[in-house]
């Protein structure tokens, strides 16, 4: 693929200008379907897609919106795909939560970890999901969930620091940028990139695929491990206590959810992540 700036910067166009359209059809659906969240208000760029797209940290600089790095997307590429794959978690999962309180202690967390994240040219945005399911997940762009499930196993900012921190971790390394730029995915981000005529059909198909990878298969287990330490030095790095993963996991362990085949599913078991994280006290807060 041609990374000049020339050739780049009309296929960009033409692809942020298609995600603009079909994600705001996205996000009307799910108005419909969620009603007026006021949620939203700590994560706007889902019912404003094409806004966002406009919205890159100036950090980012003029070269770097340009120019592909190892994972042959563009920031502006990350961000809008990162846009996409949110309004179907958000589909997926419940929708957003009515829960304020809830929302504003997330991003409150959530936005002091991403003080000290490695990407510094990206909007971290971080929501609850209103779901039971226990599980957390991440789109690039710096697109942060955990489900209302979760959320209910971290009774202290420690432990919700660990979980959000593994998130952001995954974020900081482009773990899901380098499984997008791999084969087929790749391919069809490119086709549809190039593609004129592209319709509504190509990019859901486009967006599915991306989706489905992500959060039905997820990462290996290497990838989880790594989340799992850096997270845990994030959180540490932040001010928060370094065994809030491992308090959470150890809980969640000892829990009815924690039996369950759909917690965590696409993660590796319990124990191996547990045999994995330096045996830190558990938070007392």
Do not use: C
């Not at 996409?84 to 929708?95: F, K, M, N, Q």
């Not at 997940?137 to 620091?161: C, H, K, M, N, Q």
């Not at 850096?230 to 969640?252: I, M, N, S, W, Y």
């Not at 362990?253 to 994995?276: C, I, N, W, Y």
């Amino acid at each position: 693929m041609n990374t000049s700036p020339r050739a780049s910067s009309p296929r960009l166009h033409i692809f942020t200008t298609r995600l603009r359209r079909a994600s705001t059809a996205l996000a009307t659906a799910l108005a419909l379907a969620f009603g007026a969240l006021p949620a939203l208000e700590a994560f706007p760029n889902l019912d404003k897609l094409g806004d966002s797209l406009k919205k890159v940290q100036d950090t980012a600089g003029k070269a770097g919106r340009v120019v592909k790095g190892a994972t042959g997307l563009s920031l502006e590429e990350e961000v809008a795909i990162g846009d996409a794959v949110a309004l179907e978690i958000v589909s997926r999962y419940g929708g957003l939560s009515r829960d304020e309180a809830l929302t504003t202690r997330v991003n409150l967390v959530g936005r002091s970890l991403a003080r000290y994240a490695l990407r510094q040219d990206l909007q971290w945005r971080f929501a609850v999901l209103d779901s039971s399911e226990v599980n957390a997940f991440s789109a690039p762009g710096g697109r942060v969930f955990i489900t209302r499930g979760l959320l209910e196993l971290a009774p202290d900012d420690d432990r919700l620091a660990g979980i959000l921190a593994h998130e952001i971790a995954h974020i900081d390394e482009r773990h899901a940028l380098r499984i997008i730029a791999r084969g087929e995915l790749f391919g069809g981000v490119s086709a549809l990139v190039a593609d004129n005529n592209a319709d509504f059909a190509q990019y859901e198909q486009v967006v599915s695929d991306i989706t489905s990878e992500l959060l039905d298969k997820g990462f290996d287990p290497g990838t989880e491990y790594a989340a799992d330490k850096l997270g845990r030095e994030l959180a540490k790095t932040t001010g928060f206590a370094p065994g809030g993963l491992r308090a959470v996991l150890t809980d969640l362990k000892a829990s009815a959810a924690g039996k369950h085949e759909k917690t965590f599913s696409t993660h590796p078991p319990l124990d191996d992540r547990l045999q994995r994280l330096p045996k830190d006290p558990a938070p007392t807060g």
